[in-house]
């Protein structure tokens, strides 16, 4: 079974800056350039939405709540996938899911609070 170990999350004040990192655990060997991975988000009240995805070969897709303030990238060496978020506001506060899916396979972490209060 693959597990996604997530790693980052925590209290920023606003206009901060945050770093998530989601590393993929497995206990068979798995081949990390065939997933896409990405970053998901739940605010209290609402639905999970797309904060950003990344494919093996650099291709991304960057929900628009986030756009221009977030980056999204992948070590295949170390099978982690990194979220740098920067001008953090109080609309960014919610729970952030990690995700790698591809066709017959799609996994989730199990979630890391990020908190934008001062």
């Known amino acids: 079974q693959v597990r996604l170990v997530e790693s980052g999350g925590g209290l920023v004040q606003p206009g901060g800056s945050l770093r998530l990192n989601c590393t993929v655990a497995?206990?068979?060997?798995?081949?990390?350039?065939?997933?896409?991975m990405g970053w998901y988000r739940q605010a209290p009240g609402k639905e999970r939405e797309l904060v950003a995805t990344v494919t093996d070969d650099g291709s991304t897709n960057i929900g628009d709540a986030v756009k221009d303030r977030i980056t999204i990238s992948r070590n295949p060496a170390l099978k982690t996938v990194y979220l740098q978020m920067d001008s953090l506001n109080s609309d960014d506060t919610a729970v952030y899911y990690c995700n790698a899916d591809k066709r017959g396979e799609n996994y989730w972490g199990q979630g890391t609070q990020v908190t934008v209060s001062s």
């Open positions: 497995s206990g068979i060997y798995v081949t990390f350039s065939q997933y896409t």
